[in-house]
């Protein structure tokens, strides 16, 4: 039994690396205490060993649970959490234990094997996205945890793209192999058909045939391909914290072996392909035998081309049984990234130059990624440092709102609990208590650093995708008016995929989300976390509004304001974009002096001053300040269209014309002036409703594909795009690329020429949201239960004009 160090003066840390011996029986013991690693401890945890991973899947997957046992065996906690107890560590808000799913994305640090790990548990529901977007823009490296019933699932795509817009290096974890229908080669497939990655198996799953029982089939241990072992966990400790390494050759399974050799082969082979270091070593040193190839020299190959996303290392297990998570866990220090293999930061300039900062570079340069509201701590900002370190009572500056902002305390987070630190090194997460203003995606660097403020340093931001729904919200009275605006405030600082605006017509106010459950965990934070008293209306669905001819109008803004007179000029012209006309720009990229916005392009390149009685150069008016007042007023035009007042998309805007008066002229009048410019423009150009579009994945049995495919086609307005088998195809051809996947053939894999199972069938749409709106009891009705689906928004598409007026006539109530 291998012991622990307890003297108080010393960092509780294994006094050996557990899994790393060649020893067969391992007891991973348990900690007296809470196993807890500080940011700034650079002795124990420099950067090579800081691992800055989130865990990302489809909603249901297994995430939490992975994230569970990880925590238990690295003495984290002291029991596993359970989801269905409601008693887990990384799901601590109370709508989440209710739920059974993860909403907030929780940050949490614990060490293994001497190395620091930073861990994001994301959520799965499509709901909540942007949790996973902001996750994601900061990680090094991210564990793919994947179904071994359902395969690839609709999230999980939509995830991977995430990833793969950050260029994240992955692992993938195949779970729920205890499960009857889990089919481990299927899955990794699929991977290589869906996701369009190079899966590399470096595991296999040994699965129980003997049991006649059916609740004692399923995973029972795992081949490791690397070092040709078998990894068994002793039934006699159900915690999974007993493990055994037995050399395969000892195991007498020859039909095991056989598929082994075959493994280890495909992955030396695979190995080869992409890595030339590996090559030499295959002949110098293995003599061209597969079965010869050290352990080290393997492992180094598979971390090269996992970190340079050539290819994606696929490990098994059943977390929920608590197999495979210590060699999973071994896998993240082996091949995932450190913030020093990781391209440096890029960053903008306010002149559109970029620059690359390293991650040794002095100066502070960080990122604000999250902003969580405390009750009794206040606002806390989780920033990732990419250069410099963040101490106690800094002056930072936000480069973004051009604002100082003092840092009053720096935290560790343990999901809901914190530790107070001094510092956080460059390449580490942290919090930052004390800023009143900065947001997700701002930009900090340290108050003294002229060179980075004077020259608008920023780093690039994060996506925050367009609301699909919103809801009236109405305080129970006047005295809770200001309230619920404070709580709505910091809802929409947590999260900037909220947003909060006030009806010009009714004087409501107004909060639209990605759907119905995140409109839901808002009405519980409001009345739960912030104690307001309030009221939220119907669900609605959040349309677009565009236009479908050209147009162009003059507009003059003439008003007194505050006893001095403002006044304005300008044409605005107005014409739709065409549906390749994004393809066009991904290719070509936009044309010069246009930018995009919100689906939108707009041009201030043809501004120019227009002033009989003031010339441009006597004329006190900044041209670049302008100009940004010239597109705010674009942008505000754009934020209300004419049909119903939802924002514009899809639309060519370009102001031009400005005419100022002298002194009168400000850029508040010019802002104005352009945006009821914008208004006019888009009132003669035949404006129409446009509504968000689903992609619907719909997972059936066969007997019910042609009632829930009249259904989807006919009663919900939907557009049948295909349909396939859940079991997935065994068609591992790229069209790309001449590759050969290897992928092991299924011990347990369920087909339909077996009694009692038969695999169901997946129905691909594009549906209009308005549609879905309670589709999922209509399809427990269509299916007797046991139907499933999901979706994600994939766009704005045109409706009918009798569906218009009636959208109109429903929102008017005229």
């Known amino acids: 039994m291998f012991k622990y160090l307890t003297s108080p003066l010393v960092k509780q840390v294994p006094l050996v690396s ?36 989130g865990i990302i899947a489809h909603i249901d997957a297994g995430k939490t649970t992975t994230s569970e046992r990880m925590l238990y065996y690295a003495g984290v906690t002291k029991r596993i959490g359970d989801i269905d107890d409601g008693d887990t560590v990384m799901d601590y808000l109370a709508a989440e234990r209710e739920r059974g799913i993860t909403i907030n994305s929780a940050a949490i640090t614990f060490g293994w094997e001497g190395h620091r790990i930073n861990l994001i548990d994301t959520p799965g529901h499509v709901d909540f996205t942007m949790e996973v977007e902001r996750a994601v823009r900061v990680l090094d490296g991210a564990v793919t945890i994947l179904d071994g019933v359902a395969g690839v699932e609709a999230q999980t795509e939509t995830v991977w793209k995430q990833a793969d817009r950050y260029d994240i290096p992955r692992i993938a974890f195949v779970n729920k192999l205890d499960r009857t229908g889990a089919a481990f080669g299927r899955t990794v497939r699929e991977m290589w058909k869906k996701l369009r990655t190079r899966p590399l198996v470096i595991q296999l799953p040994v699965m129980n045939e003997e049991s006649m029982d059916e609740r004692h089939k399923g995973l029972k241990a795992v081949v490791d391909l690397v070092t040709m072992e078998m990894i068994q966990w002793d039934p006699a400790h159900t915690d999974g914290s007993v493990l055994k390494r037995v050399p395969l050759k000892e195991v007498a399974d020859e039909k095991l072996y056989t598929e082994a050799v075959k493994g280890r082969t495909a992955l030396v082979e695979a190995l080869a ?120 009572r800094m002056t930072l500056f936000n480069t973004t709102t051009r604002a100082k902002e003092r840092v009053n305390k720096l935290l560790q987070m343990y999901a809901k609990e914190a530790e107070e630190i001094p510092t956080i090194n460059a390449g580490n997460i942290g919090v930052i208590v004390g800023l009143k203003d900065t947001r997700t995606g701002d930009t900090l660097v340290q108050s003294n650093d002229t060179v980075a403020i004077k020259s608008g340093l920023q780093l690039s931001n994060i996506d925050i995708p367009s609301p699909a729904f919103f809801s009236a919200v109405e305080p129970a009275s006047v005295s809770e008016e200001e309230a619920v605006e404070t709580a709505l405030k910091n809802l929409v600082r947590e999260d900037p995929s909220l947003k909060v605006w006030t009806d010009e017509e009714s004087g409501q106010l107004l909060v639209s989300g990605m759907g119905e459950l995140h409109l839901e965990i808002v009405k519980d934070r409001l009345l739960n976390d912030f104690k307001v008293k309030a009221e939220m209306g119907k669900m609605r669905i959040s349309y677009r509004e565009t236009c479908q001819s050209e147009s162009d109008a003059s507009a003059e803004y003439d008003k007194e304001v505050m006893g001095k007179r403002a006044r304005a000029a300008c044409r605005v012209q107005i014409s739709p974009l065409h549906e390749d006309f994004d393809q066009q720009v991904e290719n070509n990229g936009l044309e010069e002096g246009w930018v995009a916005n919100s689906g939108n392009h707009l041009s201030v390149a043809d501004i120019s001053f227009s002033d009989d009685s003031v010339s441009e150069k006597d004329n006190q008016l900044n041209p670049e300040e302008v100009r940004q007042a010239v597109q705010n007023g674009l942008l505000g035009g754009l ?154 928004v994939i766009g704005y598409g045109e409706m009918s004009k009798d569906r218009e007026k009636s959208v109109v006539s429903e929102m008017t109530g005229w």
Do not use: W
């Open 18 to 53: 557990i899994c790393r011996t060649k020893i067969n029986t391992l007891r991973l013991g348990r900690l007296p205490c809470q196993y807890k690693t500080y940011a700034t401890d650079s002795k124990d945890f420099t950067i090579p060993k800081t691992r800055n991973i």
């Open 639 to 792: 934020a209300r269209g004419a049909v119903l007042g939802f924002p514009l998309t899809k639309l060519k805007v370009k102001a031009f014309d400005l005419q100022t008066f002298g002194q009168d002229t400000t850029l508040g009048a010019i802002s104005a002036c352009v945006s009821n410019g914008v208004f006019e423009a888009v009132k003669k150009a035949n404006p129409c409703l446009l509504e968000p579009m689903m992609e619907v994945y719909t997972e059936v049995n066969e007997n019910h594909i042609g009632s829930v495919v009249s259904d989807l086609s006919g009663t919900r307005r939907g557009h049948v795009i295909g349909l396939e088998s859940s079991m997935g195809n065994d068609d591992t051809e790229n069209s790309s690329e001449d590759v050969q996947v290897y992928a092991p053939e299924d011990s347990l894999l369920v087909s339909s020429d077996v009694d009692g199972y038969k695999p169901k069938q997946v129905i691909k749409a594009h549906v209009p949201l308005s549609s879905m709106l309670g589709y999922s009891s209509a399809l427990r009705s269509l299916t007797g239960g046991s139907g499933a689906f999901s979706m994600r």
């Open 273 to 392: 392909e992409m890595d030339d270091d590996i090559v030499e070593i295959f002949f110098d040193e293995a003599d061209g035998d597969h079965m010869l190839v050290k352990e080290t020299p393997l492992k180094e190959a598979i971390r090269r081309v996992t970190i340079s996303n050539k290819a994606v290392p696929v490990l098994c297990g059943a977390a929920f049984k608590n197999l495979g998570v210590q060699p999973l866990l071994n896998a993240v220090i082996d091949y995932l990234p450190s913030p020093l293999d990781r391209p440096s930061a890029l960053v903008t300039y306010s002149s559109g130059k970029t620059a690359l900062i390293p991650l040794t570079d002095p100066k502070l340069c960080a990122l604000a990624f999250k902003v969580v509201h405390d009750a009794r701590r206040g606002p806390m900002v989780y920033v990732k440092v990419y250069s410099g370190k963040i101490n106690t």
